[in-house]
T-cell receptor, first 111, second 116 residues
Framework: QKEVEQNSGPLSVPEGAIASLNCTYS??????FFWYRQYSGKSPELIMS????GDKEDGRFTAQLNKASQYVSLLIRDSQPSDSATYLC???????????FGGGTRVLVKP | DTGVSQDPRHKITKRGQNVTFRCDPI?????LYWYRQTLGQGPEFLTY????????KSRLLSDRFSAERPKGSFSTLEIQRTEQGDSAMYLC??????????????FGPGTRLTVL
C-alpha cells in the first residue's frame, strides 16, 4: 500500500462544473495536508493547506479533511480550462518535516 | 522575484560525468528541501536542511549524491558518476521559520537533468 494514494485520472470535467479529487493516506499520525497544482513541465505550486478536520475554502478551491477516515479531498468549483493540470496530494507525517506525495490526479477541463 | 530559484534549469550530461545544481531559497526561509520527480510520479524526498545542518537524508540519496548548505543560505546538490536512472526533475523547496506549525513548502522551478 502506497503511503499516499490518488486516482491517476484523467478526470474529465466540463467547463463550469465541479471537479472532485480524492486522496487517502496510510499514516494515521499525519498532521499536515497539502494540495499542489502542477502544469506539464513545471514545478508544483501550493494551492491549499489544511491541518484540522473539516472544510477550508479559498476562492474556487475547497479542501476537506477527515482524519478518522484518513482522506483529504479537493473541490474545484466553476472549473476553467486553465485548471487543467495534475493535482498532487501531499502529507507530512507526525513529527516529520518532509512531504510525502501521491502520484497525482490529472484533470482535464473541457470547454 | 522573491521565490525559490534554481540553476541551471536544464542540464544534459553524459553518463559518468558529475553535475552540480544550485538552489536559492526564499529570503529568510531557514528550511530547505530537495526532491526528485520522474515522469508520471509525485516528487520524492531526498534531503532536508535546517539552516546549515542536514537533518534528514532519504535512502534514495546514494553515496553518489551529496548536498550542502554551507552558510545556511543557498544549497548545492551534486551527483557524481551520473547514471541514466538519475534523469529526472530535481526540485528544491523552502519553508519559513515564522510559522513552523504550518510547514508550507514552496518549490522552485526545478532543474531537469537528462543523462545520455
Amino acid at each position: 500500500q502506497k503511503e499516499v494514494e490518488q486516482n491517476s485520472g484523467p478526470l474529465s470535467v466540463p467547463e463550469g462544473a465541479i471537479a472532485s479529487l480524492n486522496c487517502t493516506y496510510s499514516d494515521r499520525g499525519s498532521q499536515s495536508f497539502f494540495w499542489y497544482r502542477q502544469y506539464s513541465g513545471k514545478s508544483p505550486e501550493l494551492i491549499m493547506s489544511i491541518y484540522s478536520n473539516g472544510d477550508k475554502e479559498d476562492g474556487r478551491f475547497t479542501a476537506q479533511l477527515n482524519k478518522a477516515s484518513q482522506y483529504v479531498s479537493l473541490l474545484i468549483r466553476d472549473s476553467q480550462p486553465s485548471d487543467s493540470a495534475t493535482y498532487l496530494c501531499a502529507v507530512i507525517k507526525a513529527a516529520g518535516n518532509k512531504l510525502t506525495f501521491g502520484g497525482g490526479t490529472r484533470v482535464l477541463v473541457k470547454p | 522575484d522573491t521565490g525559490v530559484s534554481q540553476d541551471p534549469r536544464h542540464k544534459i550530461t553524459k553518463r559518468g560525468q558529475n553535475v552540480t545544481f544550485r538552489c536559492d531559497p526564499i529570503s529568510e526561509h531557514n528550511r530547505l528541501y530537495w526532491y526528485r520527480q520522474t515522469l508520471g510520479q509525485g516528487p520524492e524526498f531526498l534531503t532536508y536542511f535546517q539552516n546549515e545542518a542536514q537533518l534528514e537524508k532519504s535512502r534514495l540519496l546514494s553515496d553518489r549524491f551529496s548536498a550542502e548548505r554551507p552558510k545556511g543560505s543557498f544549497s548545492t546538490l551534486e551527483i557524481q558518476r551520473t547514471e541514466q536512472g538519475d534523469s529526472a526533475m530535481y526540485l528544491c523547496a523552502s519553508s519559513s521559520p515564522l510559522n513552523p506549525g504550518l510547514q508550507e513548502q514552496f518549490f522552485g522551478p526545478g532543474t531537469r537533468l537528462t543523462v545520455l
